[in-house]
């Protein structure tokens, strides 16, 4: 299977409005957790990962750090929204709305110093690049100070103090992501203690998750679907603890697909490497895994390019009945749901 014969109605299904979750369980790793097998199915929780992996395994994390990139502003009388993707050439590539009032040139003020340049436009893409001007030059403290979380819009609520300690995992530290990953909000202190001591170890990758993972495949057809680029950093030190970790029959977990398409697009030609840069790897049924051999992660938007990763990875119709099990079954969805534990398919 590829691409070509593949459309968005082949990634679509109904979800009940009450099975999005708008706040966390706690603690975070008694969520529901689907294992997913041989084409069976087994109701879990995340605490129970110990017990689910082996000796030798390795989880391997994104350490991305989610930042204040939701920002409201005025524009000659008019309120924009703008939501931040990420660093381009000394200006942010963004999405604002309503885009289409805004001219070269114009101003956003956001706050007491703090405004953006409307510097370059791309409708095609749906950005614009904006030049953020803050006094002393401190973006990052302006963004602390008049940013916003950017909590996923089908909360459907504005995001308050809760989702600066939800919305953010326990091992954020790299500045960068405007969503989080979030298959590793179920992780706690007590949980990784309790998987170092059943020999299963741990490793991090950065991918700094961009505002294009909230956009919608447009495209009818996936062939014709451009992928958006994120900024991702795999280290010499996880490439060689995963080349370790499979020399020695160690299975690779990745934690989220963020951590999947970082691994794929560094392992590209058949073995982990080093790598740095930007990736824009569209993964979609009929791809071969080279690295990944386990995917924690949670539950996904129909018809989005995360549904379609996961059913590369374990099986369109294994996923399709994973997904019918969880909804009758009350598991929660989405970035505050619940996750599910993927073995290959075959």
Same mark, same amino acid.
């Given at each position: 299977?590829?691409?070509?014969?593949?459309?968005?109605? /082949?990634?679509?299904? /109904?979800?009940?409005?009450?099975?999005?979750?708008?706040?966390?369980?706690?603690?975070?790793?008694?969520?529901?957790?689907?294992? =997913?097998?041989?084409?069976?199915?087994?109701? %879990?929780? =995340?605490?129970?990962?110990? *017990? $689910?992996?082996?000796?030798?395994?390795?989880?391997?994390?994104?350490?991305?750090?989610?930042?204040?990139?939701?920002?409201?502003?005025?524009?000659?009388? %008019?309120?924009? #929204?703008?939501?931040?993707?990420?660093?381009?050439?000394?200006?942010?590539?963004?999405?604002?709305? &309503?885009?289409?009032?805004?001219? $070269?040139?114009?101003?956003? =003020?956001?706050?007491?110093?703090?405004?953006?340049?409307?510097?370059?436009?791309?409708?095609?893409?749906?950005?614009?690049?904006? %030049?953020?001007?803050?006094?002393?030059?401190?973006?990052?403290?302006? $963004?602390?100070?008049?940013?916003?979380?950017?909590?996923?819009?089908?909360?459907?609520?504005?995001?308050?103090? *809760?989702? @600066?300690?939800?919305?953010?995992?326990?091992?954020?530290?790299?500045?960068?992501?405007?969503?989080?990953?979030?298959?590793?909000?179920?992780?706690?202190?007590? $949980?990784?203690?309790?998987?170092?001591?059943?020999?299963?170890?741990?490793?991090? =990758?950065?991918?700094?998750?961009?505002?294009?993972?909230?956009?919608?495949?447009?495209?009818?057809?996936?062939?014709?679907?451009?992928?958006?680029? #994120?900024?991702? /950093?795999?280290? &010499?030190?996880?490439?060689?603890?995963?080349? +370790?970790?499979?020399?020695?029959?160690?299975?690779?977990?990745?934690?989220?697909?963020?951590?999947?398409?970082?691994? +794929?697009?560094?392992?590209?030609?058949?073995?982990?490497? !080093?790598? *740095?840069? +930007?990736?824009?790897?569209?993964?979609?049924?009929?791809?071969?895994? @080279?690295?990944?051999?386990?995917?924690?992660?949670?539950?996904?938007?129909?018809?989005?390019?995360?549904?379609?990763?996961?059913?590369?990875?374990?099986?369109?119709?294994?996923?399709?009945?994973?997904?019918?099990?969880?909804?009758?079954?009350?598991?929660?969805?989405?970035?505050?749901?619940? !996750?599910?534990?993927?073995?290959?398919?075959?």
């Amino acid at each position: 299977m590829n691409a070509t014969a593949l459309t968005l109605k /082949d990634f679509d299904f /109904d979800l009940p409005q009450d099975r999005i979750a708008s706040r966390p369980i706690s603690p975070r790793d008694t969520a529901k957790l689907l294992v =997913v097998k041989d084409g069976g199915l087994m109701d %879990r929780q =995340v605490c129970d990962l110990p *017990q $689910l992996l082996r000796a030798g395994d390795l989880l391997v994390f994104n350490d991305t750090k989610v930042i204040p990139a939701r920002l409201i502003g005025d524009c000659n009388g %008019r309120k924009i #929204e703008v939501l931040l993707h990420r660093p381009s050439a000394g200006n942010w590539q963004a999405m604002a709305r &309503p885009a289409k009032k805004l001219r $070269l040139g114009d101003t956003i =003020v956001f706050g007491k110093d703090f405004s953006a340049e409307v510097r370059a436009k791309d409708p095609e893409q749906g950005f614009v690049y904006l %030049r953020l001007l803050a006094k002393r030059d401190d973006i990052m403290g302006a $963004l602390a100070q008049y940013g916003h979380i950017p909590i996923p819009p089908y909360f459907n609520r504005e995001d308050d103090e *809760q989702d @600066k300690r939800d919305y953010q995992t326990i091992f954020a530290k790299s500045e960068g992501a405007v969503a989080a990953p979030t298959a590793g909000l179920h992780f706690t202190e007590s $949980l990784l203690n309790n998987l170092k001591q059943s020999g299963i170890d741990h490793a991090f =990758v950065t991918l700094h998750v961009g505002a294009g993972t909230f956009a919608p495949v447009r495209a009818e057809k996936l062939s014709d679907h451009v992928m958006h680029a #994120e900024w991702y /950093d795999v280290s &010499p030190k996880t490439a060689d603890k995963i080349s +370790e970790v499979k020399k020695n029959g160690g299975r690779v977990v990745a934690i989220g697909t963020t951590v999947a398409r970082s691994l +794929e697009s560094a392992g590209s030609r058949g073995e982990i490497a !080093a790598r *740095q840069g +930007e990736t824009q790897i569209f993964i979609t049924p009929g791809y071969s895994f @080279k690295i990944v051999d386990i995917l924690f992660t949670n539950f996904h938007l129909p018809q989005s390019t995360l549904l379609m990763l996961v059913s590369a990875f374990a099986g369109m119709e294994t996923i399709k009945n994973a997904y019918a099990h969880a909804i009758a079954n009350q598991y929660r969805f989405y970035s505050y749901g619940d !996750a599910c534990l993927l073995f290959p398919g075959k």
